[in-house]
């Protein structure tokens, strides 16, 4: 039996669009979102069905689970079990924003939901479409990146598009997303136990600020390496390679000058440069640029697009600027990492990775 194909309709953010994209949600219905991170693919997260649409129409590995995205915190208390005083008082500080919390989920949320674990991931975005559309679909929204799986994250509705069309039944378009990264992980299930917090992925709410809240942060392994051979992943989306364009992307630690100089002395071999605004001056390769080199939130904001960029001009290899790791620069070092496939030549030394 042949399916018949969806038409994909692009909705705006009038009452009246929010209106249609509410009703096909509470319909089971599909539909793309803007949230102030990434754009997300959204469905009731209370109609297993409905969720296991998400997995099919992104190619999602089964074992990887989703985020609940509600609108107000009273909303988590039919999703999860016992709730944390240091889950209060981030959601207090944090939220509504970039900042997701793992806490011991209730028999409410569908198996497909948390893919098998005993835990649910609970957000309360802070963009106004997003807390809109879960206001009048009256569902909680499960919803991972709007990516088709493995690929950059979308920032814009033309991206949603671009992965989704005919396959979902509707984007909203609520213009470019502020933050441009993925939400903050933070794994709270052992603070009952008296254990510490844990980062899973860094994302726009950074480890300082947590720590400013609920004061020693453990920062999972995974969030700057690779898993080691047979290690169980906390957060599964973690083991994926992520993040990645069909080029080849490499990252290059150095000094500015290091950096062209490595760049420069690969001209003409098909190269580009995967830089900051600054660096452009110096380079003698094509260069997509992602941010400014001190500004690790000008950095997030372009990253995704810079990926996918690439691909569009065909690049087959690109060189990528390293970026600091600090504050929030840790959130672009950690999915510049995955999308580089952890490849990364020190100009001074050693190299790592495949
Ligand atoms: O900013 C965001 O978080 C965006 C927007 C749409 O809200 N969503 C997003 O979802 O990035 P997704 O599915 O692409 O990433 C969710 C991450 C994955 O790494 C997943 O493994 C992890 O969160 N995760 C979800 N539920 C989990 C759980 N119960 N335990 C551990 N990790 C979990
Ligand atoms: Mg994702």
């Given at each position: 039996?042949?399916?018949a194909?969806i038409?994909?309709?692009?909705?705006?953010?009038t009452?009246?669009?929010?209106?249609?994209?509410a009703?096909?949600?509470?319909?089971?219905?599909l539909?793309?979102?803007?949230?102030?991170?990434?754009?997300?693919?959204?469905?009731d997260?209370?109609?297993?069905q409905?969720v296991a649409?998400?997995f099919?129409?992104?190619?999602?590995?089964?074992?990887n689970?989703?985020?609940?995205h509600?609108?107000a915190?009273?909303?988590?208390?039919?999703?999860?079990?016992?709730?944390?005083d240091?889950a209060?008082?981030?959601?207090a500080?944090?939220?509504?924003?970039?900042?997701?919390m793992?806490?011991?989920?209730?028999?409410?949320?569908?198996?497909a939901?948390?893919?098998?674990?005993d835990?649910?991931?609970?957000?309360?975005?802070s963009?106004?479409?997003?807390h809109?559309?879960?206001?009048?679909?009256?569902?909680?929204?499960?919803?991972?990146?709007?990516?088709?799986?493995?690929?950059?994250?979308?920032?814009?509705?033309?991206?949603?598009?671009?992965?989704?069309d005919?396959?979902?039944?509707?984007v909203?378009?609520?213009g470019?997303?502020?933050?441009?990264?993925?939400?903050?992980v933070?794994d709270?299930?052992?603070?009952?136990?008296?254990?510490?917090?844990?980062?899973?992925?860094?994302?726009?709410?950074?480890?300082?600020?947590?720590?400013?809240?609920?004061?020693?942060?453990?920062?999972?392994?995974?969030?700057?390496?690779?898993?080691?051979?047979g290690?169980?992943?906390?957060?599964?989306?973690?083991?994926?390679?992520h993040?990645?364009?069909?080029?080849?992307?490499?990252?290059?630690?150095g000094t500015?000058?290091?950096?062209?100089?490595?760049v420069?002395?690969?001209a003409?071999?098909?190269?580009?440069?995967l830089?900051?605004?600054?660096?452009?001056?110096?380079?003698?390769?094509?260069?997509?640029?992602?941010?400014?080199?001190?500004?690790?939130a000008?950095q997030a904001?372009?990253?995704?697009?810079?990926?996918?960029?690439?691909?569009?001009?065909g690049?087959?290899?690109?060189?990528?600027a390293?970026?600091?790791?600090?504050?929030?620069?840790?959130?672009?070092?950690?999915?510049?990492?995955?999308?580089?496939g952890f490849?990364?030549?020190?100009?001074?030394?050693?190299?790592?990775?495949?």
């Amino acid at each position: 039996m042949s399916e018949a194909k969806i038409i994909t309709r692009l909705l705006s953010d009038t009452p009246d669009d929010l209106r249609q994209a509410a009703d096909l949600l509470r319909a089971g219905e599909l539909v793309g979102i803007p949230t102030e991170t990434v754009y997300g693919l959204a469905a009731d997260a209370l109609n297993g069905q409905a969720v296991a649409r998400i997995f099919a129409a992104k190619g999602r590995p089964q074992d990887n689970p989703l985020i609940v995205h509600i609108a107000a915190v009273e909303d988590w208390a039919p999703l999860v079990q016992a709730v944390p005083d240091e889950a209060r008082r981030l959601a207090a500080a944090y939220w509504p924003g970039p900042l997701t919390m793992i806490l011991r989920r209730s028999g409410r949320v569908p198996a497909a939901v948390s893919a098998g674990l005993d835990t649910v991931a609970v957000r309360m975005p802070s963009h106004p479409v997003a807390h809109a559309l879960i206001r009048a679909s009256g569902c909680p929204l499960a919803a991972p990146s709007a990516n088709r799986s493995g690929s950059p994250s979308p920032t814009d509705a033309a991206r949603v598009m671009e992965d989704m069309d005919g396959r979902i039944a509707a984007v909203v378009d609520g213009g470019p997303c502020r933050v441009g990264v993925e939400s903050t992980v933070v794994d709270l299930t052992g603070c009952a136990a008296g254990g510490r917090p844990r980062l899973l992925r860094p994302g726009g709410v950074t480890a300082t600020q947590l720590e400013a809240v609920v004061g020693p942060v453990e920062i999972d392994p995974a969030v700057t390496g690779r898993l080691a051979e047979g290690v169980a992943a906390a957060s599964p989306g973690m083991k994926y390679k992520h993040y990645a364009p069909a080029a080849r992307v490499v990252i290059v630690r150095g000094t500015p000058e290091d950096y062209a100089a490595f760049v420069n002395g690969r001209a003409g071999q098909g190269v580009a440069a995967l830089c900051f605004e600054e660096d452009r001056g110096a380079l003698r390769v094509p260069c997509v640029s992602y941010g400014r080199r001190d500004d690790p939130a000008s950095q997030a904001h372009s990253l995704f697009e810079a990926l996918r960029r690439l691909d569009e001009q065909g690049i087959r290899t690109a060189y990528a600027a390293c970026p600091s790791a600090e504050g929030m620069g840790l959130a672009v070092y950690n999915r510049l990492l995955r999308a580089a496939g952890f490849e990364v030549i020190d100009v001074n030394g050693q190299t790592t990775g495949s």
